[in-house]
């Protein structure tokens, strides 16, 4: 494929090996990027510095994406002994691999490291840890495209980078809307800045790009070290995002296909495929091996064939991917090279959107873990499929200028929508946030207590009060949802399920009244919050019925067991020397009548929204 003229190589220019950039060239090229990377951190970072100037000191992250309490409890798990930790939130041992989330928890080990290191300073090592991923994240972005692009162009790599970082494809059509409804920036709080949550899955997906570039690497000539690092890149995503490792098997996969049937492949890299195949599969095996493969499993068949479930999980996303993979496939300015590992991305993302299908959610919830890559899979293939028309459309009709300004006008759309969606996504959390500044402050300002106090504190919703509290305090918490996750199945239904029950009668929770709600039409919001995460979530009829039989089973016997007033219950308290609840003043959660049916009353204390009230038992 011949140049294109002198007027456009700045934006669509093929690699010449008679004509070697200048270093200038090469040196502007690299500010160009840098200065990219710089605007896309600015973007994302403003959020945190925003809510640090508006709401001062405090030592806990501020939130703008789900989950991060449970990630950031998950990097605070103490190990107490070889082969076992301490459960977060209710400092209980459990075996170090007795669940999925403590076996693939990379990116928590590695946090903790770097919390240590910055001297558990959490709100600074929040922040820089951030930095590092985004800015990892858009330099192996930018690495991809500089290399593999049909276009060498500098601005499309960096409108390509924008496209991924700056707008969220999976959420098009509310998108749409915010911008028709300018100047008002309401709509924009719905949608998010695409990589705001901070461990899963942003760390994985910069290995996943990695892993990408390598494989079309690999595939041009036979380099050994490649395969290597992709062998090492893949154990690495398995142990932080097992999803991570199945996206980049459907890429290998599709990979090793094109060189078993194209008569171009370099003669004998088949070899080093099928090696590297086989030592992937022996390694990922013994890590598997060692300790729980349970996430969300409840006696559930690995296999379970659900056709009717395809119409649901066909959405918008899907459809989008479709369209791009197909015209992937179909491109002729691709190298073949770069197109097969290309459509393998596409391939996979959509084939394990579809998993629940196959795969029940009570055993991976593989659909919706899965949709976290459709971000990144349909922003590459997009700038891909853009590079390649761009270069084929320059070859028969050359139009730098209007090729100029639109290029132009792109990066500026992409600028705008970045910071739509960086105020937007401030102002959406901007409530939580401050509750979450206010509980921090009333924590510290409580009287230390060395041992015997329990936290009985709110857990309706993600990141709720219990899981800062778990963060902050030196006693368990009561309950918390998402102490199942660090829980042994067994410790989960003998435990976790007794605390629950507790935690929904001091909530006025009546056992007569939450069967009458699961045999009703609207159960899911009650399972959810029950911690039956992949049933509520699941679109099967037949799981969530399965799910609404396990409350029935196991959470509403044992709650009527505390509406009797068991002893066991007044026993539980009697463990500890004072029982500390942290309510909202203005929409209580706890019933003081059924706090004092089992504790005694003794003091207050308030701040903002937040009052600590002090029990002892009875």
């Not at 000539?221 to 090492?232: G, N, Y």
């Not at 194209?262 to 890299?269: C, D, E, K, M, Y």
Request: proline share 6%; hydrophobic share 50%; with cysteine.
């Amino acid at each position: 494929m011949t140049n294109t003229s002198r007027d456009t190589r700045s934006f669509v220019q093929q690699p010449n090996v008679a004509s070697i950039p200048s270093k200038g060239y090469l040196a502007r090229r690299a500010i160009a990027q840098f200065i990219a990377i710089i605007f896309v951190l600015l973007i994302y970072s403003y959020p945190s510095l925003k809510a640090k100037a508006d709401f001062g000191a405090v030592n806990l992250p501020p939130i703008f994406a789900p989950d991060l309490s449970l990630y950031l409890n998950l990097s605070s798990v103490k190990t107490i002994s070889p082969g076992q930790v301490l459960n977060p939130y209710y400092l209980l041992p459990v075996p170090s691999s007795g669940t999925a989330y403590l076996k693939f928890r990379l990116g928590p080990i590695l946090f903790h490291a770097w919390n240590k290191l910055l001297a558990r300073q959490l709100w600074l090592a929040m922040f820089t840890w951030n930095l590092f991923w985004w800015a990892l994240l858009c330099a192996i972005t930018l690495w991809l495209f500089e290399r593999f692009l049909p276009a060498n162009s500098l601005p499309i790599g960096i409108a390509g980078l924008g496209l991924l970082m700056l707008v969220n494809i999976g959420m098009l059509r509310p998108l749409i809307a915010a911008w028709l409804h300018l100047p008002s920036l309401f709509g924009f709080q719905g949608v998010a800045l695409p990589f705001m949550r901070a461990f899963s899955p942003q760390i994985p997906i910069p290995f996943l790009l990695a892993y990408l570039g390598l494989q079309i690497d690999a595939l041009r000539q036979r380099r050994l070290h490649s395969w290597i690092v992709m062998a090492v890149l893949q154990l690495l995503a398995l142990s932080a995002f097992p999803y991570a490792t199945l996206m980049m098997a459907g890429i290998s996969f599709l990979s090793v296909v094109w060189l078993l049937f194209s008569p171009r492949s370099p003669r004998g890299i088949w070899r080093f495929a099928f090696a590297y195949s086989a030592a992937c599969a022996i390694a990922d095996g013994l890590f598997l091996k060692r300790g729980s493969m349970n996430i969300y499993a409840r006696h559930s068949a690995l296999i379970h064939l659900q056709p009717s479930l395809l119409a649901h999980l066909v959405g918008g996303i899907w459809l989008i991917l479709f369209l791009l993979t197909t015209a992937t496939a179909l491109s002729k300015s691709l190298p073949e090279e770069v197109k097969w590992p290309l459509v393998g991305l596409g391939a996979i993302n959509m084939l394990l959107m579809l998993g629940d299908a196959v795969v029940p959610a009570t055993v991976l919830l593989l659909s919706s873990h899965a949709a976290y890559f459709a971000q990144t899979t349909s922003a590459l293939l997009l700038t891909f499929l853009a590079s390649a028309t761009l270069v084929r459309s320059a070859e028969k009709s050359p139009r730098p200028n209007k090729v100029r300004l639109a290029i132009v006008l792109v990066l500026l759309l992409l600028a705008l929508n970045g910071a739509f969606l960086s105020l937007g996504t401030y102002r959406a959390f901007f409530t939580s946030n401050r509750e979450q500044v206010e509980l921090a402050t009333l924590m510290n300002s409580l009287p230390p207590l060395s041992t015997g106090q329990l936290f009985v504190a709110r857990s309706l919703s993600v990141d709720d009060a219990c899981g800062w509290i778990a963060l902050l305090a030196r006693g368990p918490v009561l309950y918390c949802t998402d102490a199942e996750t660090m829980l042994t199945p067994q410790d989960n239904e003998n435990i976790n399920r007794f605390r629950e029950a507790i935690y929904l009668y001091l909530t006025g929770e009546d056992s007569g009244r939450l069967q009458q709600i699961l045999a009703g039409p609207n159960s899911t919001g009650p399972m959810y919050r029950l911690g039956f995460w992949a049933e509520a979530s699941s679109l099967s009829r037949e799981e969530q019925h399965a799910g609404v039989a396990a409350v029935q089973e196991s959470v509403i016997p044992r709650l009527q067991r505390v509406e009797s007033h068991d002893p066991d219950v007044s026993r539980f308290f009697r463990q500890f020397q004072r029982i500390t609840v942290i309510d909202d003043q203005q929409n209580p959660t706890f019933v003081p009548v059924r706090l004092g049916s089992f504790l005694k009353f003794d003091g207050e204390q308030h701040l903002g929204h937040w009052v600590a009230l002090s029990y002892v038992p009875e």
